[in-house]
């Protein structure tokens, strides 16, 4: 399916089954590890870093994204500033996060485990998205999406290290693992695009210009990524943790089977991008073709969240009886999650980024909203229900505006 993007297709595919893999064997690992409780303590903490996260670099990373595939010889300057950006504006955000969390989740936590979730998600992981960026600049998907896959067979490492190495596994022994596998990760990711793409050194600077396109991606990176992972930050606040550490396997279930999708949609950015400038029908083209690739995957991972929903409690113990109930009712959330990130690859690459923004903090909204009406009445079927009907009105939202904006702009040609 990925010749829709180029060279590099065979090798991203494996490496995106690689990373959904690694993303369920560590789900699995630390699930079991942690037990419900701490589990959903540590999926809500990370899904509010996570959200946090998307400032680090203040959007420095998706401007280098967006331009250096049309002006390639500007990829030194754009990946130092990038970069610099993503450490400095990291540490004062980690600060942020542990100043905050502890009225957001609602939960105590200590200082250190607070501290090592925000180094993991607030300032490495970034450095590794900011890598695969590097990388799908120079259209090279195969080392894009391996740099993708090496951030969740880490944290693998790490919880089996954990497993093997600690008699009485807890959140904060976990986590220490956790965080130094992904600072271990961060510099090993940037020695490669190093060596890999050179990128001549430059001095950081940052005009006016950039400086504000940067914070509008940001802005619109956040309302991405916060309807992603808020879900977990607001069970846990809601429902407690042994509530958020069930839902959080079954929708980290749900993500790990839509990766491919949401790689390609990531991998097909550049492309879409330098189409924008030649006729339509080229650029609608690909389009309905990675729609069609969307749905199609996303019927076949709803089969999978079936099976496989039966088959992890089984793997995880008692505990997780009540996850196998929850993946059947989110069958359908594989395909809505591929759709979402396509609809926002296609408005991003077509300059209609506050169209995006509109959809998705209208999506942010009823999210906030289902959570707070079904939760307390409705429990676990409840949140279910409160991330599907966020999906689903956040994908016909973006979906609606793609083609009736597409209309216009045909029927004004």
């Known amino acids: 399916m990925l010749r829709l993007i180029g060279r590099g297709a065979a090798v991203g595919t494996v490496w995106q089954v690689v990373r959904a893999l690694s993303h369920l064997v560590w789900v699995v690992i630390v699930a079991r590890l942690l037990g419900p409780d701490a589990y959903g303590k540590l999926a809500g903490a990370m899904g509010l870093a996570g959200a946090l996260g998307t400032f680090t670099g203040l959007g420095l990373g998706l401007v280098m994204l967006l331009e250096v595939p049309r002006q390639l010889h500007t990829f030194g300057h754009a990946w130092y500033r990038a970069l610099l950006m993503t450490i400095g504006s990291g540490v004062f955000l980690v600060a942020l996060f542990v100043f905050v969390a502890p009225f957001v989740i609602g939960r105590a936590a200590s200082n250190q485990v607070l501290i090592a979730i925000g180094i993991s998600e607030i300032i490495c992981f970034p450095i590794a998205v900011l890598c695969s960026f590097a990388f799908q600049t120079h ?163 709803a089969l999978g969240m079936v099976v496989l929903g039966q088959v992890l409690p089984v793997i995880l113990g008692p505990a997780y009886i009540a996850v196998a109930a929850v993946a059947s009712h989110l069958a359908a959330l594989p395909a809505l999650v591929g759709l979402c990130s396509l609809g926002c690859t296609v408005l991003l690459t077509s300059d209609r980024q506050r169209h995006r923004l509109t959809i998705q903090l209208f999506g942010l909204l009823v999210l906030v909203g289902t959570a707070v009406l079904f939760i307390p009445a409705y429990g676990l079927s409840g949140a279910a229900t409160m991330v599907l009907l966020t999906q689903v009105l956040t994908a016909s939202g973006l979906w609606l505006i793609i083609w009736t904006t597409r209309s216009k702009s045909v029927a004004g040609s």
Not at 241 to 257: S, W
Not at 291 to 299: D, S
């Open 139 to 301: 259209e090279r998907m195969g080392w894009a999406s391996a740099v993708y896959a090496a951030v969740p067979a880490a944290s693998t490492m790490a919880a089996a290290a954990c497993w093997i190495s600690e008699t009485q596994p807890s959140l904060g022994t976990y986590i220490i693992y956790h965080a130094v596998a992904s600072v271990a990760t961060a510099l090993f990711l940037v020695g490669v695009v190093r060596i890999r793409l050179r990128p001549p050194r430059s001095k950081f600077a940052c005009s006016r210009t950039e400086a504000l396109r940067g914070m509008e991606l940001s802005i619109v990176r956040t309302a991405d990524i916060a309807l992603n992972t808020l879900d977990k930050t607001l069970v846990l606040r809601i429902g407690g943790g042994e509530m958020a550490g069930v839902y959080a396997v079954a929708t980290r279930l749900a993500f790990a089977l839509a990766l491919p999708i949401v790689t390609l949609s990531s991998a097909a950015l550049p492309r879409l991008s330098r189409l924008k400038a030649e006729p339509a029908s080229s650029r609608d083209g690909l389009i309905r073709r990675l729609l069609a690739v969307t749905i199609g995957w996303g019927a076949a991972a």
